[in-house]
């Protein structure tokens, strides 16, 4: 089991998707993350002293959330689509520039269902023998 000694979690996520109580949270934190300080606060994370922020929260707060951590000299993984507007992200994007801090974009593609599905066609040999090669560098 993973263990991570002074990790500062927020809770926000888990409200949605989870719908823990906090008691239970509390216990979970306790016994993988000891030392871990638990919060439903994006305020309180973005105004903590951690070095680097996930965003994995609803979409229409990511760019809030991200923008915030950004102004607070935070790196930041934003869970895909990085924001709701393409504007939103061309002002991410400039902010961290600006900041001189990484913007990262999550791609999780191991839950897919298509994924999931290729894997099982590989799996069960349906796709005949693969080989891989990577792509040609397209720099000089």
Known sequence: MLSISGLLISSYASKFRCRLSSSLRRDIAGVNCPGAV??????????????????????RTH????????????????????????RQAEELVALADRVDRVLMVGHTF???????????????????????????DPRP
């Open 38 to 59: 638990l919060t439903t606060s994006v305020d309180e994370v973005v105004h903590s002293n951690v070095d680097a922020i996930v965003v994995a929260t609803p979409i």
């Open 63 to 86: 760019y809030d959330q991200a923008r915030q951590a950004l102004e607070r000299g935070k790196q930041v993984v934003v869970e895909k689509p990085l924001t709701a507007s393409s």
């Open 110 to 136: 191991m839950y897919n269902p298509a994924v999931e599905e290729l894997r099982r066609r590989v799996q069960d040999g349906a796709l005949g023998s693969l080989y891989h090669s990577p792509p040609e």
